[in-house]
């Protein structure tokens, strides 16, 4: 079998786009995976596809080599970035939702080297669906809420702070902060809009923050 210069390019092309599309989400989220890992994958799929299908001219097919199932094993060899993505710290997992758009960037790859245009598209939009809309609709279900923590400056808590909130799943929103230079060495308060599924991931937070010598004290004050 023969493929047009063309049409080839156009698979790729197509892989490569739609790939970097579901990574520019995940790269403005902050995920170590974003546009590029994305679309590698998704590229890679694609010439993995088009290999099997259309190359190892020299070689016979039969129902015992048929050098097409080569897109089958894409699926599994991607299991090893996906699982490269996620972490578990503590009692919180990150990085599954990577996981499974680098698994679907692969799944877009293999749909654009076959040739499946419109399957790749409704794939891609599918994805974006997901991954923004849903979270939109997730949204009004958590429960908002100030968190105040004060404590010494001069040791990097605040990024500590909106990590924890981050690995928690807590949707941080305005940031407030007040310096007091009259301490020796500064003390900054800093509240924080928050809206979090489950309050009692709180009390995880709370505790990991007045486990660090800095931090002086550590509130959570629910709003309607």
Do not use: C
């Not at 990574?23 to 099997?52: K, S």
């Amino acid at each position: 079998m023969e493929i047009e210069t063309l049409d080839l390019i156009g698979r790729v092309a197509t892989a490569v786009s739609l790939g970097a599309l579901i990574g520019l989400e995940r790269e403005i989220r902050g995920q170590a995976a974003g546009l590029r890992t994305h679309a590698l994958v998704a590229t890679g799929a694609a010439l993995f596809t088009l290999a099997g299908a259309y190359g190892f001219e020299d070689i016979a097919r039969s129902d015992n080599v048929d050098p097409a199932r080569v897109a089958a094993q894409v699926a599994t060899g991607i299991g090893f970035i996906g699982a490269g993505a996620i972490l578990k710290i503590g009692l919180n997992v990150r990085g599954l939702t990577t996981a499974a758009t680098l698994w679907m960037a692969a799944a877009l790859g293999v749909a654009a080297g076959a040739g499946s245009y419109l399957l790749a598209a409704v794939g891609a939009a599918a994805v974006l669906i997901v991954v923004v809309g849903l979270s939109l609709v997730r949204l009004p279900l958590l429960k908002p809420g100030v968190l105040t923590v004060e404590y010494a400056m001069g040791h990097g808590t605040l990024a500590h702070i909106l990590s924890e909130l981050e690995d928690a799943g807590a949707d941080p929103g305005r940031l407030h902060l007040t310096d007091d230079a009259s301490v020796p060495g500064g003390r900054r308060t800093a509240s924080i809009r928050v809206r979090i599924g489950d309050e009692r991931h709180f009390e995880g937070i709370a505790a990991v923050l007045r486990e660090r010598p800095e931090v002086h004290s550590v509130q959570w004050e629910r709003q309607s």
